[in-house]
């Protein structure tokens, strides 16, 4: 059984060490935030349940008893475009997103989180931000023009499924948000980080 590294701090109140998964101190308001996506993202956990369930009776109507179903294909895409998009967000907070390590892995902590910051900030909330601005009237013609499905017999309502772009994407500004305070804890000791990390 390893040791959990310990947090050390100097006369400048700076943290020196980091586990080896490089893991940032929590804030309070990050906490709030952090929690509240988790929640969203154990919930939307509960998609991928229905997806498999909604599969097997469509498997089972088409080979067992020779009915098709556009609407139940059409709900399986649904279901993983939603589950998908929902997930992205619990992704971020829980780390687990691609990253290439291959060059950070090498670099001090405190780099690191600029690194982290500054992406943050430069790239992944823009884009982000871009994106929210730009569905809210790409879900609006969808209401209005009461959107279904092309196929004959498809699932009617688009709007709702094209509406998840937004609810996504504001989650993952969220889960961005809590981890940009982290990134400043560690870097400017504001807002005020609280040690040990979990």
Not at 126 to 141: A, D, E
Not at 174 to 198: K, S
Request: charged content about 20%; proline content about 6%; overall charge positive.
């Amino acid at each position: 059984m390893s040791a959990k590294p310990v947090d050390r701090q100097d006369s400048a109140g700076d943290h020196d060490a980091l586990p080896a998964d490089f893991n940032l101190p929590r804030t309070r308001v990050s906490n709030v935030l952090d929690k509240f996506v988790r929640a969203i993202g154990r919930a939307t956990a509960w998609l991928w349940v229905l997806l498999v369930l909604v599969i097997v009776l469509q498997v089972a109507l088409r080979y067992i008893f020779n009915m098709g179903s556009i609407q139940l294909e059409e709900l399986q895409w649904h279901i993983y475009a939603v589950g998908f998009i929902l997930g992205l967000s619990y992704c971020l907070v829980e780390d687990r997103h691609v990253r290439v390590d291959v060059v950070a892995e090498r670099l001090r902590p405190k780099t690191r989180a600029w690194i982290e910051m500054l992406g943050l900030v430069l790239l992944l909330l823009p884009f982000l931000t871009t994106i929210l601005i730009q569905s809210v009237p790409y879900i609006w013609s969808s209401f209005i023009q009461s959107e279904t499905s092309a196929a004959p017999g498809g699932l009617p309502y688009r709007w709702i499924l094209k509406s998840f772009m937004f609810w996504g994407f504001l989650l993952l500004i969220i889960a961005a948000l809590a981890r940009f305070l982290r990134c400043t804890a560690f870097i400017f000791g504001l807002p005020r980080p609280i040690w040990p990390r979990d």
